[in-house]
């Protein structure tokens, strides 16, 4: 956006401009950390008075900053400096209102120029702020290219804030934790319990769960707890919840993720329904706008056509199940054309072709596609690339488990991504996180398991 200002000679009484700005939440979580100003009234999702309802109250001098946008960029423009402010506050603006922020020259002093300025809500009008404002007009031409400014991403994750807010309605899941025997593990499951999303069945040593549950301080009287002797066992004895219809998740804690999947993969006592076992990571990656599925980065290790069919499948039906009506699936690959010497560039064209045929249902697929052109719409359109999926995939499909661990853990030490794991091709969900995860990440797993087993189940919401 090119910025241009107006010098004093050329300004004239009665010149005006305004702009119209929506205010997010996001404004107000950057306008408190850069201002220091962390007062609860502002910040969305806090009671800031009490009342039982959070506020998201726009601070005043927010709407003042709004006018003192419009006289930097626009009228006179760039290159002032504000001498003086002399404003009243009238009524408050909330995040998600759209500000129409306008200042009028009322006076001509010798290079000092004199503005009217207002604020209203630009719904209904509503007078948010007015008043006068004196600046020293620019004493160069200038002319701004303003799209060089460095870009700021907020890292909340609102995409799971949203999930919880879905799960916490529903049903309780009856979850079968399996082995939390450590503060995080134990953790997670007893915030998914306060949450109402989980109601935990605790299957593990007991002695060492009770010295998690002290170290937390927490108490679990009225949570049933399984002791076993052995992780295996506590694994074995989770799939046997299952089987008894005393368990409709089941959930990973301080165990190893070969030992916990080696029960559910019997063939007689195990958990399988039909299609391969595959991980899926829902991941909330702050700055994009919706969540982001990545699999499989954590069971099938390089898997076959077959085994990429059930991949893709499973990949659709958990994005319907958070609310992703026709998931766009990119099939990843070092390149977006079919190369016969990149086998995964021949897989993906086959997957994408199965799901024009019918073979794959219930979303969009398209592949081969290179990471920048399956989530860049300047880099789909660059390289000529045209189709429902390209520069938009919602879930990205990886050549094996190397590409697909990288890209998540990429994504959540660089990106600053919270991820929720799923294992899909179960009987029941499977909440499967690294054991190095947070209690946060924990909690979405949860709530993700909850949503898909509502929708899978058919229970009235």
């Known amino acids: 956006m090119i910025l241009e200002n107006k010098l004093f000679d050329a300004l004239k009484l009665g010149d005006s401009a305004s702009a119209i700005r929506l205010c997010t939440a996001d404004d107000l979580f950057i306008f408190a950390s850069a201002t220091g100003n962390h007062n609860p009234l502002h910040l969305p999702g806090l009671d800031g008075d009490g009342d039982g309802q959070a506020e998201a109250m726009v601070p005043s001098a927010f709407a003042a900053s709004l006018v003192a946008a419009i006289l930097g960029t626009q009228l006179p423009g760039p290159g002032i400096v504000t001498l003086a402010q002399n404003y009243d506050f009238h009524a408050r603006a909330f995040a998600g209102e759209e500000l129409l922020t306008t200042v009028t020259v009322t006076g001509l002093d010798q290079g000092t120029v004199t503005l009217s300025a207002r604020v209203e809500r630009e719904t209904d009008r509503k007078l948010i702020l007015s008043g006068s404002v004196r600046v020293q007009a620019p004493t160069r031409h200038y002319r701004v290219d303003s799209s060089t400014l460095p870009g700021l991403t907020v890292r909340r994750h609102r995409h799971f804030d949203a999930l919880l807010q879905l799960a916490e309605p529903l049903p309780s899941l009856r979850t079968a934790v399996i082995c939390p025997e450590n503060a995080t593990a134990l953790g997670g499951a007893l915030l998914a319990l306060r949450h109402t999303i989980i109601t935990p069945i605790l299957v593990g040593n007991t002695a060492r769960i009770e010295v998690a549950a002290a170290e937390l301080g927490a108490d679990l009287t009225g949570i049933e707890i399984i002791d076993t002797a052995t992780a295996q066992e506590a694994a074995a004895r989770a799939v046997a919840l299952v089987h008894e219809a005393r368990a409709d998740a089941v959930m990973k804690g301080n165990i190893h993720t070969e030992d916990m999947l080696r029960p559910m993969v019997d063939r007689e006592k ?20 919706y969540p982001l599925l ?96 390209a520069g938009r995939a919602e879930v990205l499909v990886v050549p094996g488990i190397d590409a697909g661990n990288m890209l998540a853990k990429q994504l959540a030490y660089i990106s600053h991504a919270e991820a929720a794991g799923l294992v ?26 909850a949503v898909h087993h509502n929708r899978m189940k058919g229970t009235p919401k």
């Open 270 to 289: 195990g958990l399988r329904i039909g299609r391969r076992l595959t991980h899926i990571f829902v991941m909330d990656v702050p700055g994009v706008d």
């Open 294 to 389: 990545v699999t499989d980065a954590a069971i099938n290790i390089a898997p076959d056509l077959e085994t990429k069919v059930d991949i893709v499948q499973n990949a659709i039906d958990l994005a319907i199940s958070i609310g992703i009506i026709s998931p766009r699936v990119g099939v990843l690959s070092a390149v977006e054309t079919v190369n016969p010497a990149i086998p995964s560039s021949i897989d993906a064209a086959l997957l994408s072709k199965m799901a024009e045929r019918g073979q794959i249902t219930g979303g969009f697929v398209d592949g081969p596609l290179a990471m920048d052109n399956a989530v860049s719409m300047a880099a789909a359109h660059i390289k000529g690339i045209r189709s429902e999926v």
């Open 424 to 449: 899909m091709g179960a009987k029941v969900p499977v909440i499967l996180n690294s054991r190095s995860d947070s209690s946060m990440a924990r909690l979405a797993s949860c709530a993700v398991a």
